[in-house]
C-alpha cells in the first residue's frame, strides 16, 4: 500500500525457491524446453526495496584483480545464457550488513513520506492485515534489513552485493548473477520506465515486478545450476534460522507481497520461456502485466487480458460523509492480495484462492474521519455474476466474523462493495455515501 521503490532486490529467501526451482528447470533444459541461446534482442510493489546515492570513491574500494576476473566471468555466464549484450559494465560495491540497514533507512524515508506510510498502516489495519500496534516503517525496515541480500540501482546504475560474512561466497555469487541480469534489464528495456512503484497502482506495479524479477529469477536459477558445485548449492540452503524466524514472524501481507515477484514471477518467466524462450521473455517487456492476476494466470496474460476500470472517488465520498471527513489516495488491491485478506481473516486458503480467483478490478479507498473515526469502501469488479456472488459470500464471512463494524453489498451483478468502518456511525455514513444496495 505504500510507495514501492523502482530499485529491484532479492530477498535471501527467495533463493531457496530458485534452488527448488533448479530441478525442474534441468528437466526442461533435457528436452522439454529451449535449450540454446537465442541473439541479443533490443528492445519495473506493494514492497518497497532500497535504493542508494551514489556512493564515494573511499566507500567502494576496487575490487582486487581475482575479485574482479570473477565478476567479469559471471556477468560473461548471465550474458550468454540470457542473450542480451552489456553494453556498460561497472564493478559491484560490496556492503556489510550495517551499511546496508543505513542505507536502507534513509532511503525509505527519502522515498516513502510519513503520511503516505501513516495512510497504508492505517488501511492494513483497518482490514485487519496489520496488528493495532504495529509499526509499518520499523516492519519494512527491518524486513529489507534482514532479507536483501543485493540490489541494483536504475538512477545510479550501481549494482550492491550485500556480504554478511566480509567475503565473496556461493551466496554472494548468487546474487550477483541476478543484480547483474537486472543492470542488463535496464540496459535494453529500462527499468524505471516500467514504473513499479506508481502511487495508486499497487496492484498493477507488483504484477510488472513480477515479470522484472521473474525474469531476474529464472536467470538466475539457471546459471546456478550450470555453474554451481553441489557443494555451493549446499551452502546456499544453509539459510541462518533467524532470518527464516524473522520472514515468517512477519505479518503475511509483508512477507507474502516481498516474495511474490521471485516465486510466482518465476514460475510465470519460466511459462513463458518454455514457450519461446529468452526472446519470448524479451517480447514481455513490450507488452507489460496490468495486474497480479496475469502473473498468477498466464493465459490472461496471453490474451492480453486488462482489469475492468473501476470508479471511486474517495475525495466524493468523504465530502458525502459529512463535516471533518478526508480522503487519501485510492489504491487497487487485485487479486494476490484479495486473496491474502480472505486467508488471514478466517477464509480457507483454497477457499480464499477461489474467492479471489475470478477478480476483474477493484479500487480502496481509506477515509479519515474527526476524533479518530474511519471507514474503508472498497468497490471490487467480477468476471461473472457467480464470482462476483461466491466473493460477496466470503467477504461476507469476514466482515461477519470480525471484531469491528462491517457490511458487504452489491451495486450490479458483477460488483461487490466491502465497507469497514471504526464505528456504526462511520458505518452508515459510508453506506450511504457508497450507495450500496443492502437486503431489507
Known sequence: MSRSSSRPAVPRAARLAAIVAGALLLLAACGAGPTTTPAPTPSPSATPAPATAPPTPSATPAPSDDLAALYREIEDQVIAERGLEAKERRDPVVLSEEELRVR????????NPPEEIAVAQETLQALGLL?????????????????????????????????????????????????FTHALQDQHFGLEGIDVDAVGQGDRSLGRLGLVEGDATLLMTR???????????QELLEVDPDDLAQLEALPAILRE???????QGGVFANGVWMAGGWEAIDRAYERLPDSTEQILHPVKSEAAEKPVAVDLDGAALAAAMGAGWSGTPEDTFGEFQISIWLRENGVRALDAQRAAAGWGGDRLAYLRGPD??????????????????????????????????????????????????????????AVDAADLNLPD
Open 257 to 263: 507481497t516481498l516474495l511474490f515477484p521471485y516465486q
Open 372 to 429: 479518530g473515526a474511519y471507514a474503508l469502501v472498497w468497490r471490487t469488479a467480477w468476471d461473472s455474476a457467480a464470482e462476483a456472488s461466491e466473493f460477496q459470500q466470503a467477504a461476507g464471512t469476514v466482515v461477519g466474523d470480525g471484531d469491528m463494524p462491517g457490511t458487504v453489498g452489491v451495486t450490479s451483478a458483477r460488483e461487490v462493495v466491502v465497507v469497514l468502518a471504526s464505528d456504526g456511525d462511520a458505518l452508515n455514513r
Open 104 to 111: 536502507i533507512e534513509e532511503q525509505f524515508r527519502a522515498e
Open 131 to 179: 496488528p493495532a500496534d504495529a509499526d509499518l516503517e520499523q516492519l519494512y525496515v527491518d524486513m529489507l534489513s534482514s532479507q536483501v541480500a543485493g540490489f541494483y540501482d536504475p538512477e545510479t546504475k550501481e549494482l550492491y552485493v550485500v556480504s554478511r560474512s566480509g567475503s565473496i561466497g556461493a551466496t554472494e555469487e548468487v546474487t550477483y548473477a541476478h543484480e
Open 223 to 233: 546459471w546456478m545450476v550450470s555453474n554451481l558445485t553441489p557443494a555451493e548449492l
